[in-house]
């Protein structure tokens, strides 16, 4: 199994930064995608970020030059680092990791979620 602990949310004002880690543990053979989704009531899980194994990335149109997302595969754990902060950025923050683990009768692929994080910008 995989499992994705994040950390980091938490109340900020308007144009303040924030920084979320999620990282990942379990019988993981390799990592190959993790990103940062979030959501708000009402409405569909979007995509903010996600970078690969081999450090390209992709961002929300919302989010570009704001955010910037960066991984340590030595410690299988991915971060936002978040700046300018927006009302509109509120919202519960998932992390989630791709790739390929161990199972009983061999590799297995994975596609897995951490439990969310809530972020909230207000003054």
């Not at 990942?24 to 989704?37: D, H």
Request: with cysteine; glycine share 14%; aromatic share 8%.
């Amino acid at each position: 199994q995989v499992q994705l602990v994040e950390s980091g949310g938490g109340l900020v004002q308007p144009g303040g930064p924030l920084r979320l880690s999620c990282a990942a543990s379990g019988s993981i053979v390799w990592i190959n995608a993790m990103g940062w989704y979030r959501e708000v009531p009402g409405k569909q899980r979007e995509l903010v970020a996600t970078i690969t194994n081999g450090g390209s990335t992709n961002y929300a149109d919302s989010v570009k030059g704001r955010f910037t997302i960066s991984r340590d595969n030595t410690k299988m754990t991915v971060y936002l680092e978040m700046n300018s902060l927006k009302p509109e950025d509120t919202a519960v923050y998932y992390c989630n990791a791709k790739g390929r683990r161990a199972g009983v009768s061999g590799f297995a692929t994975f596609d897995s979620w951490g439990q969310g994080t809530q972020v909230t910008v207000s003054s």
